[in-house]
């Protein structure tokens, strides 16, 4: 006979302990019920596709109020050096490129790889903004980007100054009336 295992586990396989053996492995495999491990595995992978659709939704956000434009982009993943922002009139373009950590396998038989996606977001109808003034802050790992939106005032009213009055007569019965 073959010798299998060099650890000295040649008289323990024999023909003779290979009906014990399978006798061992058929009851463990009764005892699982895989209905249930197929069902949680699932409902991981549907929670884990959940967290990247929202992952892809809500890292970058635009916040539009009033009197500016809010840019908050969540720098989890993100190398400031692989990130663009970009202002043309009318649209605001942000280019980032992003390391996430990628689960693939079955069960508890997984593994765990880094990789780097591209995320291209574009907000269009973009009011023209102020960029002297713009101010950019970072806390806790969350970029914002404050963009005062630029009013052109109208002068839709001319005043005209008067530096004096002239009156064509001067009547003194009727002076009250001036």
Same mark, same amino acid.
């Given at each position: ?73 969540? /720098?989890?993943? !993100? =190398?400031?050096?692989? $990130? &663009? +922002? %970009?202002?043309?009139?009318?649209? *605001? ?41 713009? /101010?950019?802050? !970072? =806390?806790?790992?969350? $970029? &914002? +980007? %404050?963009?005062?939106?630029?009013? *052109? ?26």
């Amino acid at each position: 006979m073959f010798k299998i295992f060099s650890f000295g586990f040649s008289d323990k396989l024999n023909l003779n302990n290979i009906g014990n053996i399978s006798g061992v492995i058929q009851s463990f495999l009764d005892n699982i019920d895989l209905s249930e491990i197929t069902k949680s595995y699932e409902e991981a992978s549907n929670e884990h596709l959940e967290k990247d659709e929202e992952t892809e939704s809500s890292f970058i956000q635009l916040k539009q109020d009033d009197d500016m434009y809010l840019l908050t982009i969540n /720098l989890r993943g !993100i =190398d400031l050096r692989e $990130l &663009s +922002i %970009r202002y043309d009139p009318g649209i *605001i373009e942000v280019n980032a490129n992003r390391s996430e950590v990628q689960r693939s396998g079955f069960g508890i038989l997984y593994s765990n790889m880094i990789v780097k996606k591209s995320y291209n977001r574009k907000f269009e109808n973009i009011e023209e903004i102020d960029t002297d003034q713009v /101010l950019k802050n !970072i =806390d806790n790992g969350v $970029l &914002s +980007i %404050r963009m005062p939106k630029k009013y *052109i005032l109208e002068s839709g009213t001319n005043i005209i100054e008067v530096d004096s009055i002239e009156v064509d007569s001067y009547d003194e019965d009727n002076v009250d009336n001036y």
